[in-house]
């Protein structure tokens, strides 16, 4: 089964005989799928009224477990994004009601930041609407195929997942 990728690496070993160009048979691949996920996000996400920020926030909050709240620092970690874009993203999420900001008991100047009961049904109800998505992305793959595409998949990425800072 002939696909797209195909096309383009056949046109390349074409034009460019001298280049391997063996890297695009794999990375064309995960990039044009990251684009369909991308999409398949966003309609998970518009159908309970969220953008894929606020998903990215409100599910951090939802996993760290009962009483679901983090520090702006692990938001920022869990999130990578800069401190400034993770206190407007707050701001906004709070004038929504999907979390709220409560002072730090361990630290007299810090804040948590709390999912409410809205947000925890935003958050849930996303998230259930994502895995039919990513359900359907994955859908002619087997379970033991799925697995070994995730093994291969975190040797990839791990080295990037595990840098500092």
């Known amino acids: 089964m002939e696909d797209e990728v195909d096309r383009l690496v056949a046109a390349w070993r074409r034009e460019r005989p001298d280049l391997d160009v063996e890297p695009l048979e794999v990375l064309s691949r995960v990039s044009r799928l990251a684009r369909h996920l991308d999409r398949a996000r966003r309609i998970a996400f518009a159908e309970v009224g969220l953008e894929p920020w606020e998903f990215d926030v409100l599910t951090a909050l939802r996993r760290a477990g009962a009483p679901y709240q983090l520090s702006p ?8 994004v800069t401190s400034g874009t993770m206190t407007n993203r707050i701001d906004r999420l709070a004038k929504k009601d999907l979390v709220e900001r409560l002072p730090d008991p361990s630290d007299r100047r810090g804040v948590l930041v709390r999912l409410t009961a809205a947000g925890r049904d935003k958050a849930d109800r996303s998230l259930a609407g994502l895995l039919i998505q990513e359900r359907a992305i994955l859908a002619e793959l087997s379970r033991e195929q799925r697995g070994e595409l995730a093994g291969l998949l975190r040797r990839l990425t791990g080295p990037f997942d595990n840098i500092p800072g």
């Open 73 to 80: 620092g692990a938001l920022l970690t869990q999130t990578l």
